[in-house]
């Protein structure tokens, strides 16, 4: 008996030396993952490459007026580390794409070409235009395929982007490297003194992070990132550590989030404030100061930033609260910090305005003239409880009415929420007016767990009751997944029609 029960002691010793010796290995590993889930380039980067500035878009001006453009999706390599050559896709060239740009008011053509080996479509995100352009998932091009959009550019100056919306495969396109920036002018209305010499001090920058698995770009989501694939480097313009002199007191940059899944919280290194001039479409009523602006996939901004002669100052993205618990938010990359991009000012500056008081006259969505709502409950992979179906109009909008939506993130995790051929107005945040950075035309808005939305929208049309035009989340992984849904213009009392069978572009 008494020997038996030394023994059990004994047993039950070892036993709870193996239990804490597990804990201690699975705690560890989480505690391991935790801790290295955070990733910071601050101070480390070196910045010993000039940044890259996409090249506008050369056109041609057909006999009736119409601006053409020629597109060649293709594949590539590029040296983004030394000695290394990573294959990628780019738009007439071997990553991202030229800038386009066209006047409010011209007519625009876009001769798109597939050379790669797999169907894909081109999307003009922001833009207002006909559905069948639109460049969605209905408009498949195929290998070797061409495809020649047109419409009327008929919507404010700003900064719009293009990419491919293959549905199912967005985000790999995207991440292949198919991103560039379309500007629209609007010379009738514009507010005079905001720089505007593309390049100089009116600079694209096409923000993406990036993670390489020797010299090839890595695909694998990390651990619990329900967010979708985050690097642990950043690039601007296709650059990893990007300088760029600067000759002007002030600069205006176009920031684009053109990453599938990281949310930025873009500011300075030395903290100073800039000026929100813009928001994804177009010029904000009146400026805004700030020191730091949050971005989700797809979002855009125009910040005007002043310099001091020989100064050097870098872009940086900070810690981004994304509404989670401290797992969720180091998870999900929010408490991340990069270096972004360097800029050194030189000793003698030509001197630039200031910013005016007033930018544009607002023409916003109002919610009050809304004579339709509609709820969106977004969760991972669904919305209203749907995954994206190609043949299911989940809403059919009448021309020339606006709408009121609420969106509300029923979610643990981030998304956000993006609509095809609007800007709409975001009217209420949480129940409360939106922040500055929210005040602006707006065609993508970021949902944190729990939050909810309001926005206005006014569909001007034209009407295609056949062909959809698509909302979804643009963390593209998400997009991918199924997370998205379709709407159709129709003139008054018309019904929703079919959406016509996918077909390739010949
Ligand atoms: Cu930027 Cu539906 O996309
Ligand atoms: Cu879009
Ligand atoms: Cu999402």
């Known amino acids: 008996m008494a020997f038996g029960r030394s023994r059990l002691r004994r047993i039950l010793l070892i036993l709870s030396v193996i239990a804490v010796a597990v804990a201690a290995v699975v705690g560890g590993g989480f505690a391991w993952a935790y801790t290295t889930a955070d990733v910071s380039t601050v101070g480390a980067v070196e910045f010993t490459d000039e940044l890259s500035v996409p090249p506008l878009a050369p056109s041609t001006v057909d006999a009736d007026g119409t601006r053409v453009f020629q597109l060649d999706m293709r594949s590539g390599a590029k040296e983004f580390q030394r000695g290394k050559a990573t294959s990628t896709w780019g738009f007439n060239g071997d990553y991202l794409g030229p800038t386009l740009r066209a006047q409010r008011g011209e007519r625009v053509r876009v001769q798109v070409r597939n050379g790669l080996t797999e169907a894909s479509t081109v999307h003009w995100h922001g833009m207002h235009l006909p559905a ?3 460049g969605g998932p209905h408009q498949m091009v195929g290998p070797g395929a061409t495809w020649t959009p047109q419409w009327q550019v008929d919507q404010p100056a700003a900064t719009l982007w293009y990419h491919p919306h293959p549905h199912g495969a967005t985000e790999s396109h995207v991440r292949m490297g198919l991103a560039g920036m379309f500007l629209i002018d609007d010379d009738a209305n514009d507010p005079g003194s905001l720089p505007h010499t593309y390049g100089v001090d009116d600079m694209p920058l096409i923000v993406q992070d990036v993670k390489f698995k020797g010299a090839q770009f890595a695909t694998g989501r990390g651990m619990f990132a329900d967010i979708g ?7 601007v313009n296709g650059v990893l550590a990007p300088y760029r002199n600067i000759g002007d007191e002030a600069v205006r940059l176009r920031l684009l989030n053109a990453s599938t899944a990281r949310v930025y919280n873009f500011g300075f290194s030395d903290a100073r404030r800039f000026t929100l001039v813009g928001t994804d479409g177009g010029l904000l ?4 100061s700030l020191d730091q602006l949050r971005l989700s996939p797809g979002e855009r901004a125009e910040i005007v930033v002043r310099f001091q002669p020989g100064e050097r100052v870098t872009l940086r993205s900070d810690r981004v609260d994304l509404g989670m618990d401290f797992f969720g938010q180091r998870f999900s990359g929010g408490d991340d910090r990069f270096d972004l991009l360097e800029f050194r000012a030189a000793q003698t500056l030509r001197p630039s305005p200031a910013v005016p008081a007033a930018l ?24 209203n409880g ?8 989940d809403a059919t909008v009448v021309r020339g009415s606006t ?9 643990g995790m981030p998304h956000n929420f993006h609509v095809h051929d609007v800007q709409f107005a975001v009217v209420e945040v949480d129940g409360h007016a939106p922040p500055p950075a929210l005040r602006g035309p707006k065609d993508t808005v970021f949902l944190p767990p729990g939050g909810t939305v309001k926005l206005a929208l006014r569909f001007d049309g034209p009407a295609d009751p056949n062909t959809p035009y698509m909302f979804h989340c643009h963390l593209l992984w998400h997009e991918d997944l199924g997370m998205m849904g379709q709407f159709v213009v129709v003139e008054p009392g018309q019904q929703a029609g079919q959406p016509p069978h996918q077909h390739s572009g010949h």
Not at 285 to 288: H, L, T
Not at 386 to 393: E, G, Q, S
Request: net charge negative.
């Open 132 to 134: 069948a352009m639109d």
């Open 285 to 288: 009523a009146q400026p805004e």
């Open 229 to 235: 694939v985050l690097g642990d480097r950043t690039m």
């Open 360 to 383: 544009v006259a607002a023409q916003l969505p109002d919610a009050g003239a809304a004579v339709q709502q509609r709820d969106f409950t977004l969760e991972f992979g669904k919305i």
């Open 386 to 393: 749907a995954k994206m179906a190609m043949d299911r109009i």
């Open 403 to 411: 709408e009121a939506w609420t969106v509300r993130n029923a979610d």
